[in-house]
T-cell receptor
Framework: GAGVSQSPSNKVTEKGKDVELRCDPI?????LYWYRQSLGQGLEFLIY????????KSGLPSDRFSAERTGGSVSTLTIQRTQQEDSAVYLC???????????????FGAGSRLTVL | DQQVKQNSPSLSVQEGRISILNCDYT??????FLWYKKYPAEGPTFLIS?????DKNEDGRFTVFLNKSAKHLSLHIVPSQPGDSAVYFC???????????FGAGTRLFVKA
């Protein structure tokens, strides 16, 4: 696609329910990232994919969070047994090669706003 | 441990004047620094970057300055325009790594 697409744009759920957030990166971008922005906070790194593998999962806050990527394209971030502190905007980004050298500019989607009641 | 710090949550500037947004970092392994701009309900968009081998990079109205010894960088916008009103994120990346670390952002208000 032309840009990074995320769905749903808004999700309201009850505490304890599971949620899935989807990211469709720019076609041909091999690197995919998930970040989240809690109210009044900066962008917090969650996980990075190169192709279908995740070399860096260091930012996932707990074992309730998981992510997968299939076909080197679409990624799903799953939050199990949601808690109120999970409320945030979840941002997905992709880059062409996920380069170790160079600036590695990220293209972000508009985000999925999650509200846990 | 905040490796990238933006200590000013907000900044207000008159249209036509210079906007200066500051950023400090702690990790000496960072070798690329980027600025992203974010409008409400949109994702951040890349604005400008600088390599650690340079001390200045300019793109139109936007200039980024890097002071490696002080571990400090700044974004200058001249002249500021009302359309520049947004949240600006400073970000950094280390050579050999894939992770980009972001600061908390500075909200810029440019008054007409």
């Amino acid at each position: 696609g032309a840009g990074v697409s995320q769905s749903p744009s808004n999700k309201v759920t009850e505490k304890g329910k599971d949620v899935e957030l989807r990211c469709d990166p720019i076609s041909g971008h091999t690197a995919l990232y998930w970040y989240r922005q809690s109210l009044g906070q900066g962008l917090e790194f969650l996980i990075y994919f190169q192709g279908n593998s995740a070399p860096d999962k260091s930012g996932l806050p707990s074992d309730r969070f998981s992510a997968e990527r299939t076909g080197g394209s679409v990624s799903t971030l799953t939050i199990q047994r949601t808690q109120q502190e999970d409320s945030a905007v979840y941002l997905c980004a992709s880059s062409l090669v996920g380069s170790r050298s160079g600036a590695n500019v990220l293209t972000f989607g508009a985000g999925s706003r999650l509200t846990v009641l | 441990d905040q490796q990238v710090k933006q200590n000013s949550p907000s900044l207000s500037v008159q249209e036509g004047r210079i906007s200066i947004l500051n950023c400090d970092y702690t990790n000496s392994m960072f070798d690329y620094f980027l600025w992203y701009k974010k409008y409400p309900a949109e994702g951040p968009t890349f604005l400008i970057s600088i390599s650690s081998i340079k001390d200045k990079n300019e793109d139109g109205r936007f200039t980024v300055f890097l002071n490696k010894s002080a571990k400090h960088l700044s974004l200058h916008i001249v002249p500021s325009q009302p359309g520049d009103s947004a949240v600006y994120f400073c970000a950094a990346k280390a050579s050999g790594g894939f992770k980009t670390i972001f600061g908390a952002g500075t909200r810029l208000f440019v008054k007409a």
